[in-house]
C-alpha cells in the first residue's frame, strides 16, 4: 500500500525542528571549529571537527547523565545503522534509500537523530511507493554478510564506552563510535545487492534476520546497565537526569545529546508505525511496549528479526509474487574487503 505524501513530511518537519533546536546547543563549541586549538591529524578540516567534537564530548561525559543516555542511544544507533544498510542493499532501491554514506556523515557532523528523520526515512517511503517488481533476484546473502561484520566493526568501541575508566579514553571511544559508521560501509559497499536465487543455497533474510537477535543480545546487555546506573546510590544518576530534563537547566552538550536520544527513540517508533502501513496495530504496540522492557534499541532490533524473517518464505518463491523483494540485478562490482 502506497504512503501519502503526508507520511513523508511529517519525518521532514520532525528533522528540521530538532535542527532548529540543537543549534543553540552547539554554538558555545563552535569556536573549537573555527579556531582549532589542536592539531590532532595536521588536516584542514579534519582537525576541526576532531576539536568541535573533542570538545563537546569532554562537556557531555562530565554530566554523569552521559551514562544512562550512552547505553540507551548508542545500541539504538547500531540498529538503526544496520536496518539503513540492509534496507538501502535491496536489489532494485533507488534514490537516497541507497545512500548510507550520506545518512552516515550526517549522523556524525550533526546528529543520527537528525538524518534518520530528515534524509533516511522520507527516502525509505518513496522508494517503497515506487517499487519494481521482477522475479529472478534477491538480495546477496555476502552483502549481508559484509553487512553483518561492518556494524560489528563498531563494537569494540562500544564496549570500551564501558569498561575504560580514564576521561581521556572515554571520550575517544565515544568519537570513534560516531566515526566509524561511515567507514563501516567498506565492508560491504562493493558487494553486489542482488543475485539469481538458483546461485546462492543461503537465505539473505535469514541472515540478516539472525543478526537482529545479536543486536538484540547487545541492546539488552546494555539496557541492563541503563537499570543498574539508575538505582545506583539510591537513584542519584536517573533522579538528576529527571531533575535536568524538566528544570532545563543542564550543560549544552547535555541538553544535544538528551535531544538526540529522543529524538532517535521517537524516529524508529515512527518507521515501525510506516513500516505497519502506517497502522497502530498490534505489532507497532508490541514494539513500544517492548521499548519499556527491553529498551529502544532491542525493541527496534526484535522488530526486525520478525519483520525479515518474514521475508524468508516470500523471498523463497516462485515468481508472480508481489514482493518488494524481488528486484533486477545490481551492477556487479568487486569486494573491497573479502
Same mark, same amino acid.
Given at each position: 500500500?502506497?504512503?501519502?505524501?503526508? *507520511?513523508?513530511?511529517?519525518?521532514?518537519?520532525?528533522?528540521?525542528?530538532?535542527?532548529?533546536?540543537?543549534?543553540?546547543?552547539?554554538?558555545?563549541?563552535?569556536?573549537?571549529?573555527?579556531?582549532?586549538? /589542536?592539531?590532532? $591529524?595536521?588536516?584542514?578540516?579534519?582537525?576541526?571537527?576532531?576539536?568541535?567534537?573533542?570538545?563537546?564530548?569532554?562537556?557531555?561525559?562530565?554530566?554523569?547523565?552521559?551514562? %544512562?543516555?550512552?547505553?540507551?542511544?548508542?545500541? %539504538?544507533?547500531?540498529?538503526?545503522? $544496520?536496518?539503513? &544498510?540492509? /534496507?538501502? =542493499?535491496?536489489?532494485?532501491?533507488?534514490?537516497?534509500?541507497?545512500?548510507?554514506?550520506?545518512? &552516515?556523515?550526517?549522523?556524525?557532523?550533526?546528529?543520527?537523530?537528525?538524518?534518520?528523520?530528515?534524509?533516511?526515512?522520507?527516502?525509505?517511503?518513496?522508494?517503497?511507493?515506487?517499487?519494481?517488481?521482477?522475479?529472478?533476484?534477491?538480495? !546477496?546473502?555476502?552483502?549481508?554478510?559484509?553487512?553483518?561484520?561492518?556494524?560489528?566493526?563498531?563494537?569494540?568501541? %562500544?564496549?570500551?564506552?564501558?569498561?575504560?575508566?580514564?576521561?581521556?579514553?572515554?571520550?575517544?571511544?565515544?568519537?570513534?563510535?560516531?566515526?566509524?559508521?561511515?567507514?563501516? &560501509?567498506?565492508?560491504?559497499?562493493?558487494?553486489?545487492?542482488?543475485?539469481?536465487? !538458483?546461485?546462492?543455497?543461503?537465505?539473505? *533474510?535469514?541472515?540478516?534476520? +539472525?543478526?537482529?537477535?545479536?543486536?538484540?543480545?547487545?541492546?539488552?546487555?546494555?539496557?541492563? %546497565?541503563?537499570?543498574?546506573?539508575?538505582?545506583?546510590? @539510591?537513584?542519584?544518576?536517573?533522579?538528576?537526569?529527571?531533575?535536568?530534563?524538566?528544570?532545563?537547566?543542564?550543560?549544552?552538550?547535555?541538553?544535544?545529546?538528551?535531544?538526540?536520544?529522543?529524538?532517535?527513540?521517537?524516529?524508529?517508533?515512527?518507521?515501525?508505525?510506516? &513500516?505497519?502501513?502506517?497502522?497502530?496495530?498490534? +505489532? $507497532?504496540? +508490541?514494539?513500544?511496549?517492548?521499548?519499556?522492557?527491553?529498551?529502544?534499541?532491542?525493541?527496534?532490533?526484535?522488530?526486525?528479526?520478525?519483520?525479515?524473517?518474514?521475508?524468508? /518464505?516470500?523471498?523463497?518463491?516462485?515468481?508472480?509474487?508481489? =514482493?518488494?523483494?524481488? *528486484?533486477? @540485478?545490481?551492477?556487479?562490482?568487486?569486494?573491497?574487503?573479502?
Amino acid at each position: 500500500m502506497a504512503l501519502g505524501k503526508i *507520511y513523508i513530511i511529517i519525518p521532514i518537519l520532525f528533522g528540521i525542528g530538532l535542527i532548529l533546536y540543537e543549534q543553540k546547543n552547539l554554538e558555545e563549541f563552535l569556536p573549537d571549529f573555527f579556531d582549532p586549538k /589542536e592539531s590532532y $591529524f595536521g588536516i584542514p578540516g579534519i582537525d576541526n571537527i576532531f576539536n568541535l567534537q573533542i570538545s563537546f564530548f569532554r562537556q557531555y561525559l562530565n554530566d554523569p547523565t552521559s551514562v %544512562l543516555l550512552n547505553h540507551t542511544l548508542f545500541p %539504538l544507533a547500531m540498529v538503526n545503522i $544496520f536496518i539503513i &544498510a540492509i /534496507e538501502g =542493499s535491496i536489489p532494485g532501491v533507488n534514490g537516497l534509500v541507497t545512500y548510507y554514506a550520506l545518512v &552516515a556523515a550526517i549522523s556524525v557532523l550533526v546528529a543520527i537523530s537528525i538524518a534518520v528523520p530528515l534524509i533516511w526515512i522520507p527516502a525509505w517511503i518513496i522508494s517503497e511507493n515506487r517499487k519494481e517488481i521482477l522475479p529472478n533476484v534477491t538480495l !546477496n546473502p555476502k552483502r549481508v554478510e559484509q553487512i553483518c561484520l561492518g556494524v560489528l566493526s563498531t563494537l569494540p568501541f %562500544l564496549i570500551g564506552m564501558t569498561i575504560f575508566k580514564q576521561d581521556k579514553l572515554i571520550v575517544w571511544s565515544v568519537i570513534s563510535f560516531v566515526f566509524s559508521f561511515p567507514f563501516a &560501509a567498506l565492508f560491504w559497499v562493493w558487494y553486489p545487492k542482488g543475485v539469481n536465487p !538458483n546461485t546462492v543455497n543461503q537465505n539473505a *533474510y535469514d541472515l540478516a534476520s +539472525k543478526f537482529c537477535l545479536i543486536l538484540f543480545g547487545i541492546s539488552i546487555f546494555e539496557w541492563f %546497565l541503563v537499570l543498574e546506573h539508575s538505582i545506583d546510590n @539510591n537513584f542519584e544518576v536517573l533522579i538528576g537526569t529527571i531533575t535536568q530534563i524538566i528544570s532545563g537547566i543542564t550543560y549544552p552538550a547535555t541538553d544535544y545529546m538528551i535531544v538526540d536520544t529522543w529524538g532517535l527513540i521517537a524516529a524508529s517508533a515512527y518507521w515501525v508505525f510506516v &513500516a505497519e502501513n502506517a497502522k497502530l496495530n498490534k +505489532k $507497532f504496540w +508490541k514494539f513500544i511496549g517492548q521499548s519499556m522492557l527491553c529498551g529502544p534499541g532491542g525493541a527496534l532490533a526484535l522488530y526486525n528479526y520478525h519483520r525479515y524473517s518474514e521475508m524468508i /518464505e516470500t523471498d523463497s518463491k516462485n515468481s508472480t509474487s508481489s =514482493s518488494r523483494l524481488r *528486484y533486477t @540485478n545490481d551492477n556487479e562490482r568487486q569486494p573491497l574487503i573479502s
